[in-house]
């Protein structure tokens, strides 16, 4: 029996996703899913370049505000309720879009990835939270050097999670996979320079916008200084300055630099992936995409 079609808008961050796949969804009659590890989040709307119900011009689109930014919303948790957002659109008769630039999202249904089911060890968790990322790291190389070669050494909550599993298992298991579509992969990619730029000209829209007002709405909401600077990028850096630690320049510089690190580490993912179909810089996108959409359904 041959699999369903899952159409894939992937890359860096600020590089034309949401435009591209409302374009193409219009065209194919298609329904957008989320790939975006902080829109899942209820209120964190500015920061994380959400779209708007106007913006989305009838386009239904799932996956956002489906979690509260008080807890931590795991790949599982989403891979569950992306995988039922897609069944329905197919059962719709549509063509579902799976649209963002997490790489951990993305690849948890493109490549069908089986999650050990091993309960959260809270205890653990605890004390291992307050220990630094090169801590977690140390620790994790003794107990399963494999896992430590192939982890992101800077991101504290995956480093607990392997810790945990390898505490219970002895080490990580190598993922197993089973892969529900037939997928097309499209990725966007800019120049070096064109990406900073759209990068600062969308973060300085940010703050007119209202993004400090958002992240002061999120801390009166009951979240913590801590939990908003583990949000990441704009919400760490604001949630600094608004506690006196930076001021205004260091915090919008420190801002630009770690977004370009951000779309630094996302390209590093998908560069690994000759699966994916790259569409040229300096070619007009729709175009492209288009084509590939169009032979890839026929």
Avoid at 16 to 21: Q, V, Y
Avoid at 173 to 184: A, D, T
Avoid at 199 to 220: A, D, H, N, T
């Amino acid at each position: 029996m041959s699999k369903q079609k899952l159409i894939v808008i992937l890359g860096p961050t600020a590089s034309g996703k949401t435009a591209l796949s409302l374009k193409l969804a219009k065209k194919f009659s298609g329904q957008i899913v989320s790939a975006d590890s902080r829109q899942v989040y209820k209120g964190m709307d500015i920061g994380t370049g959400k779209i708007t119900k106007k913006e989305m011009e009838g386009i239904s689109h799932y996956l956002l505000d489906v979690a509260s930014p008080k807890r931590k919303f795991s790949v599982a948790q989403y891979q569950k309720l992306a995988l039922k957002a897609i069944n329905k659109i197919l059962k719709e008769n549509k063509i579902p879009f799976l649209v963002g630039g997490s790489p951990f999202y993305i690849y948890s249904i493109v490549d069908g990835w089986i999650f050990p089911q091993l309960k959260p060890d809270w205890k653990l968790r605890k004390k291992l939270e307050e220990k630094s990322c090169q801590e977690l790291f140390d620790i994790l190389k003794k107990k399963d050097s494999q896992r430590a070669k192939k982890i992101e050494r800077k991101n504290k909550r995956r480093l607990i999670r392997a810790i945990e599993i390898a505490e219970k298992l002895g080490k990580v298991p190598s993922l197993e996979k089973n892969p529900q579509f037939e997928c097309l992969l499209i990725g966007l990619k800019k120049s070096k320079e064109e990406l900073r730029n759209l990068i600062k000209k969308r973060l300085l829209k940010r703050f007119k916008q209202g993004m400090i007002k958002e992240v002061k709405g999120l801390k009166k909401q009951g979240l913590s200084w801590k939990r908003l600077e583990g949000l990441g990028l704009e919400y760490k850096w604001i949630a600094l300055y608004l506690q006196n630690k930076i001021n205004y320049p260091e915090m919008v510089e420190n801002l630009q630099r770690d977004i370009e690190q951000f779309a630094k580490r996302q390209m590093t993912w998908f560069k690994k992936d000759k699966r994916i179909k790259w569409i040229p810089p300096t070619r007009p996108p729709y175009r492209w995409a288009e084509k590939l959409v169009r032979e890839f359904l026929e």
